[in-house]
């Protein structure tokens, strides 16, 4: 079984068996679990075969915005990663559509039931909540909808601490912790009320919503104000074997692995050096699954150096100026393909390299699910946006814009706020901010007493140290929260460690003079372990390039209000000291690559629209035939016609007519049509017509 029994940060819970079937073999997983990570619980990758060609079909989002996962539940068409595992079910591959019911089952239209609330939250992840929270302070109705069984949005996958300040955003407490936070603060409010399984099928010129409560009953929802925080759907590379099992976004991944606590991979390769790719990477080595390397095209990772670095110090190797040419494999992923980049973004002759691995995360990045929003311009509505729909950017910076809009809407309400929008709306631009390049500065060892010793050196949103630290001593230029933080000295410190435990880039080690003026006694944070480390065992102290030496641990301690950071203090020489960063387990084992080059196929064979396998060669013809507008190409090539309605395959298009020379205002861009999201015809049936308050 491909579960995960110990985690270093995770609790993994007791959980109920039940039993399903799938293509006639009795299986077991665990309740609650949605049908993919149930599947990938047992081995099983593959979930279906595309009609058209016959392709093996595997998960790529595990978000419900493709149907790459779509397979065949007591006889009826689902998306297994939005499908919830249920005793007894009967699960086959989806390898075509069943068969129709009878005409003499068939059932008439009816009219769904009218809800009116004053204002309708669709995503209930931290834009949604925190929005919600700060608007509940006011008597008004507020609805939240999420399609998923609970609320956080991706923050419950998020298993690392945040960066940003203690007070706006809970920095310094890691995703899934926050996520318990706000939705407790939602849940104790009697003016929310929350429908999860709930999914936003339409907008309407009238100002009604179509909605699919609880995966069961479509309703409509008619509302003063709607906030659409809906977040973002991964993007996607086209390129040889890109829609392989084994290929999917690093989102999916952090699903399987920090959701629902299953090890999906042995061997990972991470295309894309963004936060996203480097946090992917980071969760799969808490996991216990080996990262073989990550690639970037840029001439360096678009992420905060302090997730790189935590990266490359656990000895991952990290290739900048690089791109992939192919996922190889037949019925899977067996390796990948990736090659240099020269100074125009061509592949450079004779570079290629070939590394053997089960899995590539794609993460080169998000698009905004925003058409709910387009569509609420179009009709005038009242709409408002938050967090990654409205501008993809850092979680806590969702939770920021999330209350910004908050307070946007009570105001449009006539409702008096106290808060000053305009500073806040400052606050959030530097969060939103993309980081500068690091400042690289050698700090020098003070060769006396006890304190901290900062290794971050990028100027980010961040300063959780400065809050923590009891004797006031941990400060920033200025007190800007992107300045990097130093320690004024006025104070003595006592050596309590809350920096080093607080910290989100694991940036700061405790330096310890007092005992020994040649060899003090350093402390470094520590999150990789299932157990905790004892005094007498041996590790390896890494510099910023290189492990410095093996040394034995003398102590180990967890605060109480950090108990997934161990901290572990080393004694080292003064001249290891000074450049020591950090602590790991394991020697550096880069992986070389292997002797045979799978070489990649034509570009033109890279599959662009997966629901209908529609290729870039089959796109090129009738773009270099003068087709500009994507409707028409739709009907040409069926291109995004499929279940996800051109959601994945959308952005790819557009780039392959920017790539064919044209400018962005010479092509018609795809009509944006209800319904969003795909649902079963049963759900509009036999309904009495009702209107009701929620």
């Not at 999860?196 to 003063?224: M, P, Q, R, W």
């Not at 993809?392 to 809009?405: C, D, H, N, R, V």
Request: hydrophobic fraction near 40%; include cysteine.
């Amino acid at each position: 079984m491909n579960i995960i029994l110990k985690h270093p940060i995770l609790e993994v819970p007791e959980r109920d068996k039940i039993g399903f079937c799938f293509e006639n073999d009795e299986l077991f997983a665990f309740r609650g679990m949605m049908i993919s990570s149930a599947l990938f619980l047992n081995g099983i990758q593959i979930f279906g075969h595309h009609p058209k060609d016959k392709s093996p079909q595997g998960i790529f989002c595990a978000n419900g915005q493709c149907a790459q996962c779509m397979v065949i539940v007591d006889g009826i068409p689902k998306k297994a990663c939005m499908t919830e595992l249920r005793e007894g079910m009967i699960i086959h591959r989806c390898n075509g559509l069943p068969e129709l019911p009878s005409k003499d089952n068939l059932r008439t239209i009816g009219d769904p039931s009218v809800i009116s609330v004053d204002v309708l939250v669709i995503g209930g992840g931290p834009a949604g909540l925190s929005a919600s929270i700060v608007m509940a302070e006011k008597d008004i109705e507020i609805l939240i909808i999420d399609d998923k069984d609970r609320l956080g949005g991706k923050l419950i996958l998020q298993t690392h601490k945040f960066f940003g300040s203690q007070e706006d955003v809970f920095a310094g407490k890691r995703g899934f912790e926050i996520a318990d936070i706000l939705s407790e603060k939602v849940g104790f409010n009697d003016n929310i009320s929350v429908w999860l399984n709930t999914s936003a099928l339409a907008i309407f010129s009238d100002g009604l919503i179509g909605i699919l409560k609880n995966n069961t009953e479509y309703v409509l929802v008619k509302a003063n104000h709607i906030l659409v925080a809906t977040g973002a759907r991964e993007k996607m590379l086209i390129f040889p074997g890109d829609t392989l099992p084994g290929v999917y976004g690093a989102g999916a991944f952090q699903t399987l692995v920090n959701r629902d606590l299953i090890k999906p991979a042995n061997k990972i390769f991470i295309v894309g050096g963004g936060n996203v790719g480097l946090i992917a990477g980071y969760h799969a080595l808490q996991a216990g699954i080996e990262v073989i390397g990550l690639i970037e095209a840029l001439p360096n990772c678009g992420g905060y150096k302090v997730h790189e670095d935590k990266l490359r110090r656990l000895g991952v190797p990290i290739y900048t100026n690089h791109t992939i040419l192919s996922a190889n494999g037949k019925n899977h992923v067996e390796s990948i393909t990736i090659t240099e980049l020269d100074e125009n973004w061509k592949p450079k002759k004779y570079k290629e390299k070939t590394y053997e691995c089960d899995t590539i995360l794609i993460a080169v990045g998000l698009n905004p699910v925003n058409e709910f929003y387009q569509k609420l311009k179009q009709f005038n509505l009242n709409g408002w946006i938050a967090g990654d729909a409205m501008e993809i950017a850092e979680a806590s910076s969702a939770i920021y814009t999330g209350k910004i809009e908050g307070y946007k809407i009570l105001r449009a309400m006539g409702l008096q706020i106290q808060k000053n929008i305009d500073e806040m709306i400052e606050k959030a631009e530097i969060m939103k901010k993309r980081p500068p390049q690091p400042n690289i500065t050698e700090n020098k060892l003070k060769e006396e007493g006890i304190y901290p010793f900062f290794h971050c050196n990028q100027k980010i949103p961040c300063n959780p140290c400065t809050t923590v630290c009891p004797q006031a001593q941990i400060v920033t230029k200025d007190d800007i929260i992107t300045e990097l933080p130093y320690f004024k000295y006025e104070k003595e410190c006592i050596g309590c460690g809350q920096c080093v435990a607080v910290c989100p880039g694991l940036a700061i080690t405790l330096i310890d003079f007092r005992k020994d003026q040649k060899n003090p006694i350093v402390t470094f944070p520590y999150e990789m372990a299932t157990r905790t480390l004892e005094p007498g065992e041996n590790i390896f102290v890494r510099g910023q390039e290189q492990i410095l030496g093996e040394f034995s641990i003398i102590n180990v301690k967890v605060l109480k209000k950090y108990p997934h950071t161990q901290l572990v203090s080393i004694k080292l020489p003064t001249s290891i000291a000074q450049n020591a960063v950090s602590i790991t387990k394991h020697k550096d084992v880069h992986p070389k690559p292997l002797e045979i080059y799978s070489k990649s196929k034509l570009p033109d064979d890279a599959i662009v629209c997966r629901c209908e396998r529609v290729t870039a060669g089959e796109i090129r013809r009738w773009i270099k035939k003068g087709v500009t507008d994507i409707n028409e190409l739709k009907a040409l090539t069926r291109a995004s016609l499929g279940a996800c309605g051109g959601k994945t395959c959308g952005p790819l298009i557009e780039k392959l007519y920017l790539d064919e020379g044209f400018k962005e205002e010479e092509i018609t861009k795809g009509t944006i049509r209800p319904l969003f999201m795909e649902v079963p015809l049963k759900f509009f049936a036999d309904s009495d017509k009702k209107t009701s308050k929620k």
